[in-house]
C-alpha cells in the first residue's frame, strides 16, 4: 500500500511539502493493484517482436511463451515483497518531474525523500533498468529460456509505464471526481477493442541509458493523464452518469487515438530494450536469426540534444533513414515550433526559444517514415 511520505528534515522542507500534501490525499482511497488489463499485456507481449531487427528475430521462437507469461508479474504480486511498486511511479508525486530536475540516480532521489517514500512512490523505471542487466547477462550466457522469462516480465512493465494512470498519484481519479477511472480505462473500455488494434513494425533503438530511457517513457505516458479525465468527465455527461454503453463508446471514441498510441510504443520500446540488452551482451548470435550480422548493417535513428538542461539554445541531432520531421512540444502537448521539415538527409538543428517560451519540461519528437522518436528537455530560466 502506497505510504504517506517521511518527516522532512529543515532543510528539504520547502522542496517537499507539496508532495507531502498531494500524496497525503491518496490516503482517502485504497491502493490496488491495477495494471493494463492481461488482455492488453497479452497484446504487447504477441507484438513487441514485430519490431525484433534481423539480427535477433529469432527470439520469436519464444513468443507464445512470452505472452503465456507476461502476466506472471501481477499474478505473483500478492505474494512478493517488494514486487507492488514496480508497476508504476506517482512520477508527479515529486516538484521535481515539473521543473525538469528530478535525479534518475535512485541512491540520490532516496537520499532526499528516503528509501522508503522513492519505494511507496514506485520504482518502475529502475525496475526496467534491473530487467535489462539481467536479460543482457542472460544473453551473453546464451540462456535463451531465461531470457523469455525476463523478456515476458519486460513486456509487463514497460507495458504498465505506457497506462498514464501508472504514471500519477490520481492513478484512480480519486483527487479530481473521477474515481474508478483506472479500471474503467484500461480493462472495461479496451478490451473490447483489443481486435481493433494494430502495430506495424517499426525501427528499434539503442537505450546508452535504460534508466534515463524509461524516465522518458513515463514523462510521455503522463501526459495522457489529463486527457484521459477530461475524457471521463464527457463520457458521464453523455452516459447521465451512468458507465453504460454510451459512457463507454464516449470515453473509447475520445482516447483510442492516445490508447494505440500508447499501446504501440509499449511494443516498441520493449523490442528496443531488448535490442539493448543483446548490444550490452556483446551481440552474441541468436539461433534462428534471419541474418548474421552486427548491428552496423542495421540503419538506427537517433535523436541526441544538449546540452541539458539548457537556457539560450539547445543543439538537436538526427539520424537514421529520412525524410526527416523534428517538432517541439509543451507538457500539455500542444505543438511550440517545428525545428526540422522533410530533411533529405542526417543532420543538426538548434532550438532558441526566445522570451515569449516558458522554463519547463519540453518533448523533441522525431519523426522519419519508419518510427518516432521522442526525447525529454528541459528550458531553464
Known amino acids: 500500500m502506497r505510504k504517506s511520505p517521511p518527516c522532512p528534515t529543515p532543510a528539504s522542507l520547502g522542496a517537499i511539502l507539496p508532495a507531502i500534501a498531494l500524496a497525503a490525499l491518496t ?12 488482455q492488453t499485456h497479452q497484446y504487447i507481449a504477441r507484438n513487441y517482436s514485430k519490431h525484433l531487427p534481423p539480427v535477433i528475430d529469432g527470439l520469436r521462437t519464444y513468443d507464445a511463451f512470452v505472452e503465456a507469461h507476461v502476466n506472471d508479474p501481477d499474478i505473483r504480486r500478492s ?3 517488494g514486487e507492488g511498486p514496480r508497476h508504476f511511479i506517482d512520477i508527479d508525486v515529486y516538484p521535481e518531474f515539473f521543473l525538469g530536475t528530478l535525479p534518475h540516480d535512485r541512491a540520490t532521489l532516496e537520499a532526499i525523500y528516503g528509501a522508503a517514500f522513492v519505494l511507496d512512490t514506485g520504482i518502475v523505471p529502475w525496475a526496467v533498468g534491473e530487467v535489462v542487466t539481467t536479460l543482457s547477462q542472460q544473453f551473453a550466457a546464451q540462456n535463451w529460456s531465461g531470457a523469455a522469462t525476463t523478456i515476458a516480465d519486460l513486456c509487463h512493465y514497460v ?4 497506462q498514464p494512470l501508472h504514471c500519477t498519484q490520481n492513478y484512480n481519479g480519486q483527487l479530481t471526481g473521477n474515481t474508478g477511472i483506472h479500471s474503467r480505462y484500461e480493462t472495461s473500455m479496451i478490451n473490447p477493442h483489443i ?15 535504460v534508466v534515463d530511457a524509461m524516465f522518458d517513457f513515463v514523462g510521455i505516458s503522463w501526459t495522457g493523464v489529463s486527457p484521459l479525465l477530461s475524457a471521463d468527465n464527457t463520457a458521464k455527461t453523455a452516459s447521465g452518469g451512468l458507465f453504460n454503453s454510451t459512457y463507454y463508446n464516449s470515453l473509447w471514441a475520445s482516447t483510442q487515438v492516445m490508447t494505440r498510441e500508447r499501446v504501440n510504443a509499449a511494443t516498441l520500446a520493449t523490442a528496443s530494450f531488448v535490442y539493448t540488452a543483446w548490444r550490452n551482451a556483446g551481440e552474441p548470435a541468436v539461433p534462428g536469426s534471419s541474418v548474421g550480422v552486427g548491428p552496423s548493417a542495421l540503419t538506427i535513428a537517433r535523436l541526441d540534444a544538449w546540452p541539458m538542461p539548457f537556457r539560450s539554445a539547445l543543439n538537436v541531432r538526427f539520424d537514421g533513414s529520412g525524410p526527416f520531421t523534428v517538432d517541439v512540444f509543451d507538457i500539455r502537448g500542444a505543438r511550440v515550433t517545428r525545428l526540422v521539415e522533410q530533411a533529405a538527409s542526417p543532420g543538426m538543428a538548434t532550438w532558441t526559444p526566445g522570451g515569449r517560451v516558458e522554463a519547463g519540461i519540453y518533448f523533441l519528437r522525431l519523426t522519419t517514415p ?4 521522442v526525447r525529454r528537455v528541459t528550458l531553464l530560466d
Open 195 to 209: 481486435a481493433e488494434l494494430n502495430t506495424p513494425a517499426a525501427t528499434t533503438v539503442f537505450y546508452p541509458n
Open 27 to 38: 490516503l482517502l482511497t485504497p491502493s490496488l493493484a491495477w495494471s493494463w488489463g492481461s
Open 79 to 81: 505474494s512478493t515483497p
Open 159 to 162: 507495458g504498465d509505464s505506457s
Open 370 to 373: 519508419e518510427k518516432s522518436l
